[in-house]
């Protein structure tokens, strides 16, 4: 059987084609693998969420006699909602959470809570009142000197003496200043008006 010189032609064309489509293919499969090697994937770097981590008293006062820092006690009930706008809005915020971890050991205590808690050498339980399923604790009652109300932000200083109390829902504004007022130790120096009229906050005035 004889094979015409134009069947030997379409089988060399179609040879060529085929070595020519491998080519490009290794050449393009080449050059992918030498880009990857010179540009290698950037690392996911996982940002870190700025918080406040919260601690009992016991810890925070342990802490304290190690490293002395003032304490600042977030005073709440599970009821309070404003205890729990604060939370939502004011101890979110970037600026108030770098004022109370440089400044600050933090404390959460719930105002009704029902552990006995030990602090400056006396222990405190809760305290039920007659007749009532309601109560509060002996604790958070001597911190606020009997004034009971919620939320109350209490300041320590280095030792653990009672600073001052100051009752109602701070915005992030509010906060800020007070933060820096005791934290820094102006209260040392100025009266609380005094201080507001050089402090510069670094949050926006409509900072709720």
Known sequence: MTISIKSHFVFFVVLLLFASTSSCSLFNKSQKQAKQEQEPEEELVEEVKKEIVWLDIEEAVARSEEKPKKIIIDLYTDWCHWCKVMDKNTFTNDVIIDLVNEHYYPVKLNGEAKDT????????????????????????YALTGGRLSYPTIVFLDEESKVLQPIPGYKKPTDMEAILTYFGKGHHKTAIWKEFLETFESQLPPAAE
Do not use: I
């Open 117 to 140: 808690l030990s602090f400056q050498d006396k222990e405190y339980v809760f305290y039920k009142k007659p007749g009532s399923n309601r109560g509060f604790h002996e604790l958070a």
